[in-house]
Nanobody, 116 residues
Framework: QVTFVESGGGLVQPGGSLKLSCVAS????????MRWYRQAPGKERESVAT????????DYADSVKGRFTISRDDDKKTVYLQMNSLIPEDTAVYYC?????????WGQGTQVTVSS
């Protein structure tokens, strides 16, 4: 059974930082590219960061490029999202999952709220 458990969200002031974690289970983690997605109120879920199965390739949505960094630890079956210079527009529920052709069930996500 494929599962994802996200954590690390919270309330942060503009300009602040957070590091999200996502522990995966139920599949051979090291063989899959992984993504972080987010869904803001009233908006569709969007992909914000991608990392390849060996971690050598990363890609980011234009809205987060230069501020967010995705990484992975295959031994811990965990993918991370370091978020710096947060802005109110980053407020959303953040989810991890595999790439769009291999999506598993969505986890509960972790809420990130950027507000003063």
């Amino acid at each position: 059974q494929v599962t994802f458990v996200e954590s690390g969200g919270g309330l942060v002031q503009p300009g602040g930082s957070l590091k999200l974690s996502c522990v995966a289970s139920g599949f051979i983690f090291s063989t899959y590219g992984m993504r972080w997605y987010r869904q803001a109120p009233g908006k569709e879920r969007e992909s914000v960061a991608t990392i390849s199965s060996v971690g050598s390739y990363t890609d980011y949505a234009d809205s987060v490029k230069g501020r967010f960094t995705i990484s992975r630890d295959d031994d811990k079956k965990t993918v991370y999202l370091q978020m710096n210079s947060l802005i109110p527009e980053d407020t959303a529920v953040y989810y991890c999952n595999r790439g769009p052709d291999f999506l598993g069930p969505w986890g509960q996500g972790t809420q990130v709220t950027v507000s003063s």
